[in-house]
């Protein structure tokens, strides 16, 4: 048989310049992912360990890859420090070490790439990596994913100030970095996330001054309220965070008792903080699976979006695992890091192993329905808001903006002939997409990548369509999922064959060929392929 | 299953090339109904880079006449800007650019050669790499997104009407007319019939008897955080498409693509590569003075090209009432004319502005069979196993 050549102009035959290859990657060194790494190397496989952290502190200031409200102290900046504090808090890190892992702190993977039904061009599972100076492709047999968690951000009128962060940042700086600003906070949500981050953050000398929960009681576990009220801390019911006052930066929160309806009332009272930590829904980190195609989906017992599993931990994408929290959250998981380290256990045991088929095993049914529960707090605090803030805030968009699909402002567009196109006027029949959305309104389409908006998005859509929360799909990530300076491409070469025959479009001579001078007929035999391409 | 009422004409496809046909033939008080599988724009039509500027085509002049008068027959924004730059960094670029000038001098367009000063007055983030330009003053970019959603609803203002998620699933024909789609919430009938289906146009007309060759392939794009706005956005060269866009951001792609197998029906994925990283190094090069700004997104479209890359508008010879329409991977800009063609086609028969009769698909009359194989447009192993 004539095997013909292939397109000179596609990707066929343009190898990646990959930098290294490695048995196993892990993405991540918390619990799970130290397990995962610590684990993989007694079993004889080459490991390369990569975590992020600690972030630069002007990335923290960007809130990525968290929500750090500008929740970080000085000391922060100190990048050595920052480096000995983080491996100090951690022994397992040490540990890796030891047993041969290749841990590199300091680096982020901003995408993950496995070939698919549309793409083939990946000579495997290829990762990007980068750390504060270039980027390189890593191409891996397994990929572990171990990414952590991160928290549903909610508006009121100055949440953009300083001091307004979320949990797991307000945890981080705390117990990793011993970096945290704020001396007085209130934590919004009573879930058993929550009260962890107040306890720890109590333990780390921080006062607790309430902790605000829009629901009539709490939904976290007992034991820890308990402590939280020994300590001093007010537990609010029913009340929401109206405004966050300050000139600068967070000075008081205005707190706001809610009616039966869920409704705000002028019973008000101020209470004087410098830090509002957001702990409203922790969710799994699932950026790198969704971008690279994995399988996500709504499961409220795992805390929202998180990869559909089987009983080993594999992902829907061949050789990927997740494990950790980026697999689920769920109470008991958050008090008891064995359970993260198990999964762990689990996905490094069944590397190399054909999977059994058998799906993983359901966490406990969640004590409050989470979907409402979150929906809950976007009604009392972002549609009930006595005052207009930025939902979005990379981009400043409102939530009256979203609900009504408003062009953004920097077109000045006034459409006197038509004002009513909502939500539903733009929907038809179907969910409403975050990600049709965020195209007309440019809502979470910032540099912050929708970190700080994505979650109250989709509960705005949510309410606003009577649809539940489950409903509402999510909002595709796409790599970077760190932004990326264009500087910082440059240490990646092109292949020398794509390099020679790179083209602005598909490099056809024919499709170019002014409509004059086009021939009647065309066929192969008599097309010049190699003919100038005006696009070239 | 209720009945969903059927329409004069029923245009199957709801990205840019579907929308515009269908607003052109709705403010000409044609009852029309757009059938779209998933939702309206989100292929290749609310993917690319907003290009304006297709002065090979016949329909280039309808597309110039049209753009600068868009957002007001619309009464949406589309975020059109006028003209175009191109850069070049070496004299072979200079060279090679050049082509432009004469085929859009020849119909009555014009634009100014930009020495090394010059072009770097108009395009501040450019630097040192730049040996000169051309400055097109025709042409442009919009804003995809915005400019379907803007055709959408001006067609559902003429009365137009749009159904998603709605899935053909075949045709019902009698005597050489097409009377109804079939799909997977029931029969739809149509006096006439448009074929706009993007990658799907190739299944979709071969079950109407008369298949227009199509291979499907998938390109990417990325975006950095916004920018200062540059006098004029549209700044191509260093071997990328883009434009900044009024926000500021830096919208550009470029690059190898990869053919691909298409799974017969549904929204294919489309994943991003590394190639990301090779776009990039090519921004920063073409407009230095950008390096500092953070890729923020990357992303992918799944686009049709036939054999020849040129659009198929044109009436089946099969079925009397279909006409098929295929942009070959440049619609977005083209779309402002490409539907009023389509219109023109639909109801009198004949363009009425251009001689699209290089848009036949006669001209595929003696295409060698297997001219995928032979263009080596052939998908890689791993997809067509996948997709199988």
Not at chain 1, 428 to 454: F, H, I, S, Y
Not at chain 2, 79 to 96: C, D, K, T, V, Y
Not at chain 2, 308 to 331: E, F, H, K, M
């Amino acid at each position: 048989m004539n095997i013909p050549a292939s397109d000179p102009k596609s990707v066929t035959g343009k190898p990646l310049p990959i930098d290294e290859t490695v048995d196993v990657l892990v993405v991540g060194g918390g619990p799970a992912g130290l397990e995962a790494a610590i684990g993989a190397a007694a079993r004889g496989l080459g490991v390369l360990l990569v975590d992020e952290n600690p972030i630069p502190f002007t990335t923290m200031g960007d809130d990525v890859p968290l929500h750090f409200g500008q929740g970080m102290a000085a000391n922060a900046r100190n990048r050595n420090a920052m480096m000995e504090a983080f491996i100090a808090s951690e022994p397992r890190i040490e540990e890796a070490f030891e047993a041969g892992v290749d841990v590199r702190l300091g680096t982020a993977c901003w995408g993950l790439y496995a070939n698919g039904p549309t793409l083939g061009w990946m000579p495997g599972l290829v990762a990007g990596l980068a750390d504060a100076e270039r980027s390189v492709l890593v191409q891996a047999r397994h990929v572990i994913l171990a990414c952590g968690r991160r928290d549903m951000g909610l508006g009121f009128p100055g949440w953009e100030k300083p001091g307004v962060l979320g949990a797991t940042a307000a945890l981080n700086l705390a117990t990793r970095y011993g970096a945290f600003g704020p001396r007085k906070v209130i934590v919004l949500g009573s879930n058993t996330e929550a009260l962890v981050t107040a306890i720890a953050l109590r333990e780390a000398g921080v006062t607790i001054a309430a902790i605000v929960e829009q629901a009539p009681e709490p939904v976290g576990d007992e034991d820890l309220l308990a402590s939280l009220r020994q300590g001093g801390t007010d537990i609010l019911t029913g009340h929401v965070v109206r405004e966050a006052v300050g000139r600068d930066a967070v000075e008081v929160a205005m707190v706001a008792r809610l009616d039966e309806n869920g409704r705000p009332t002028g019973d008000e009272r101020a209470i004087a903080c410098d830090g509002i930590v957001l702990s409203v829904g922790t969710t799994p980190v699932v950026d790198l699976l969704d971008a690279a195609g994995g399988k996500v989906s709504f499961q409220a017992e795992r805390g929202g979006y998180a990869p559909v599993l089987d009983a080993d931990q594999r992902t829907s994408l061949a050789h990927v695992h997740a494990v950790g929290d980026c697999a689920g959250i769920w109470p008991a998981k958050t008090r008891d890091r064995a359970i993260a380290e198990a999964e762990a256990a689990r996905a490094v045991a069944a590397l190399g192993q054909v999977a059994t088929g058998n799906k993983s095993e359901s966490p406990p049914a969640p004590a409050y329905d989470i979907g409402d529960y979150r929906l809950a707090w976007v009604r009392a605090s972002v549609i009930e808001a006595r005052a207009e803030f930025h939902v979005c805030q990379c981009e400043e968009v409102t939530a009256r903006e979203i609900l009504e699909v408003r062009p953004p402002r920097y077109l000045d567009w006034r459409d006197e002939r038509r004002n009513d196109r909502s939500l539903s006027a733009l929907l038809g029949e179907g969910p409403p997409n975050p990600d049709q959305v965020k195209r007309l309104t440019r809502a979470g389409m910032g540099p912050c990548q929708g970190r700080r908006c994505r979650e109250q998005v989709a509960g705005l859509l949510a309410l606003g369509a009577a649809q539940p929360l489950s409903a509402i799909p999510l909002a595709g990530y796409r790599a970077p999922v760190r932004p990326m300076p264009l500087a910082m491409t440059a240490h990646v070469p092109e292949a020398p064959g794509q390099a020679e025959h790179w083209d602005t479009w598909f490099g056809m001579h024919a499709q170019w060929v002014p409509f004059w001078e086009v021939p009647e007929r065309y066929t192969v035999a008599s097309n010049d392929a190699t003919g100038p391409v005006a696009s070239e | 299953m209720s009945e969903i009422k059927g329409a004069s004409v029923v245009i199957v496809g709801g990205g840019v090339t579907g929308l515009s046909a269908g607003w052109w033939l709705a403010r000409d008080g044609v009852d029309v109904l757009v059938l779209e599988k998933g939702l309206i724009g989100w292929e290749a039509s609310g993917r690319n880079g907003g290009g304006c500027s297709h002065h090979h085509s016949p329909l280039f002049a309808e597309e110039q006449r049209l753009w600068p008068i868009m957002d007001e027959l619309l009464g949406y924004p589309t975020e059109f800007r006028g003209e175009r730059i191109r850069l070049a960094a070496s004299e072979h670029q200079m060279a090679l650019y050049g082509r432009a000038l004469r085929n859009a001098e020849r119909q009555g367009f014009q634009s100014a050669v930009l020495d090394v000063k010059q072009a770097k007055e108009m395009v501040p983030l450019a630097g040192d790499t730049v040996v000169g330009g051309y400055h097109y003053k025709f042409g442009g970019h919009a804003n995809p997104h915005r400019t379907l959603q803007g055709y959408a609803w001006a067609m559902q203002d003429h009365g137009g009407r749009i159904l998603q998620h709605t899935t053909v699933t075949g045709f019902r024909s009698e005597g050489g007319r097409v009377t109804a789609v079939e799909t997977d919430r029931g029969p739809i009938g149509c006096d006439s019939l448009v074929l706009a289906a993007g990658p799907q146009t190739g299944r979709l007309s071969a079950m109407l008897g008369q298949e227009v060759p199509v291979q499907s392939a998938r390109c990417e794009m990325i975006v950095t955080e916004p920018l200062p706005l540059m006098p004029l956005g549209g700044v191509d060269g260093c071997g990328l498409y883009g434009r900044q866009t009024l926000r500021g951001n830096l919208a550009y792609g470029g690059g190898p693509h990869e053919w691909l197998a298409l799974a017969e029906e549904g929204t294919p994925a489309k994943p991003t590569t590394p190639l990301m990283l090779h776009m990039g190094k090519r921004l920063a090069e073409l407009l230095p003075k950008a390096a500092h700004a953070r890729i923020i997104r990357s992303w992918a479209g799944v686009i049709e090209n036939t054999p020849d890359g040129r659009p198929v508008i044109d009436r089946l010879d099969a079925q009397a009432n279909v006409v098929v329409a295929t942009l070959s991977s440049v619609g977005f800009g083209l779309s402002p004319a490409s539907g009023h063609a389509i219109r023109d086609l639909v109801l009198d028969g004949a363009c009425s502005f251009a001689d699209i009769s290089s848009f036949k698909l006669s001209r595929f009359a003696e295409l060698e069979p297997n001219w995928r194989e032979l263009q080596g447009w052939q998908a890689s192993a791993a997809t067509a196993m996948l997709s199988a």
